[in-house]
């Protein structure tokens, strides 16, 4: 029997607005982003030891069984020995947890894991805010599904690498990043419904340039502060006696007040109004309004950095680069996307100024920093898909 070769791939993903708004039940406008994470996996023989991971990116392998052991070694091929014993929870790469956790979660369905080799390939930046762990996480259950011949739709596939990260990862993170890399439409964005998980589909004009810019700054959300502020809210909704933040509006959150501690108020009224502002975002893109959406991602930051507090000194340098162009020269609006503590930010812009908007705010950055920021122009691209396989 010719051993199943199956390749798989999956998109990163910007989010417009809409940030920490996801597990709070709200809104997000996210696209998917013309950079992928491609799987290559291939069945090994059934005697072997244990399933083997490579990233090409980074030159790391991982070996991984069944029982949660994974083997660690520094190689840059596959065919190398392990070097050590580790837990996969212990000293293994950050993102083979990704892997194993998504592969654990098949094996959670009762479905039996054959031995297998993997290799990852990916230009989605790492740890930038622009979901290269959604990215992994579907484009290796999409290829796994093939390998073992199940069929989920994209909605259970979103919802396994959402539970792969939350157990093995340890970040307890909503659905938008996952969904964005399953559902994403090539020139559409997509309006979240994160309490029912509906997705309206927006079409992106192209007169429309969306620019990502790369702060070089890197952040890790398993570090406690996308937990603490997840905690945050949901004190927030014990006191206000709400499910969800998604229950309330700006002023009865204002008339509330008294009841909230000072931070846990001011995480609050980030939510709903962010919640408001990415409702009002998408009429907008509607009605071909770009200036007054870029008002409201400009009003994102601010919360985020005010109330939020998940920017940073170089995050902040960026998007006041960005926004002192102005629409006359081609800026719409700048904020940070993503989590938080770094990464990128994303500049709505004129698509004839693209390239000179990401060159002056890469040069003045560099100058303000001395950090040589990455930069790319995307379009909204499709979701995951599979390319072949062979059995």
Not at 35 to 52: E, G, H, I, K
């Amino acid at each position: 029997m010719i051993n199943k070769v199956v390749v798989a791939r999956a998109p990163g993903r910007v989010n417009l607005i809409g940030e920490h708004t996801d597990y709070n039940e709200g809104f997000t406008l996210p696209l998917a982003i013309e950079r992928y994470t491609t799987v290559q996996l291939q069945r090994l023989p059934l005697d072997s030891n244990a399933s083997r991971f490579h990233s090409v990116a980074l030159g790391q392998s991982a070996w991984w069984t069944p029982d949660g052991k994974s083997f660690l070694s520094a190689a840059t091929t596959l065919s190398s020995e392990p070097s050590a014993p580790a837990t996969a929870n212990d000293s293994a790469p950050p993102w083979s947890k990704y892997v194993a956790g998504v592969i654990h979660q098949f094996a959670k369905l009762g479905l039996s894991i054959p031995p297998f080799e993997l290799s990852i390939e990916t230009d989605v930046p790492l740890g930038g805010g622009v979901s290269s762990s959604a990215a992994l996480e579907v484009a290796v259950a999409m290829a796994m599904q093939q390998l073992l011949v199940t069929h989920l739709d994209g909605l259970a596939i979103a919802q396994l690498c959402q539970r792969a990260e939350h157990e093995y990862a340890g970040v307890p993170c909503g659905l938008m990043d996952q969904l964005s890399s399953v559902f994403g439409r090539t020139n559409e964005l997509m309006l979240m419904d994160c309490r029912t998980n509906q997705l309206e589909f927006i079409p992106a004009s192209s007169e429309l340039a969306f620019i990502v810019i790369n702060s070089r700054v890197k952040h890790n959300l398993a570090d406690g502060e996308y937990r603490q502020r997840r905690q945050q809210c949901e004190a927030a909704c014990r006191l206000l006696n709400v499910a969800s933040l998604r229950d309330i509006d700006v002023s009865r959150l204002e008339a509330a007040q008294s009841k909230l501690p000072e931070v846990v108020y001011r995480r609050a009224r980030h939510v709903v109004s962010e919640n408001a502002r990415t409702v009002q975002a998408a009429e907008c893109l509607k009605a071909g309004q770009w200036e007054q959406v870029g008002q409201l991602m400009n009003a994102s930051h601010t919360s985020m950095r005010e109330d939020y507090e998940i920017t940073c000194p170089e995050i902040d340098t960026l998007v006041a680069l960005a926004q002192e162009i102005r629409v006359d020269g081609g800026v719409y609006g700048a904020r940070m996307t993503g989590g938080g503590f770094g990464g990128c930010i994303v500049i709505l812009g004129k698509a004839t100024h693209a390239d000179a908007i990401a060159e002056q705010v890469v040069t003045a950055y560099r100058a303000a920093t001395g950090i040589q920021a990455d930069t790319f122009t995307t379009r909204p691209a499709a979701g995951a898909w599979e390319l072949c396989s062979n059995v």
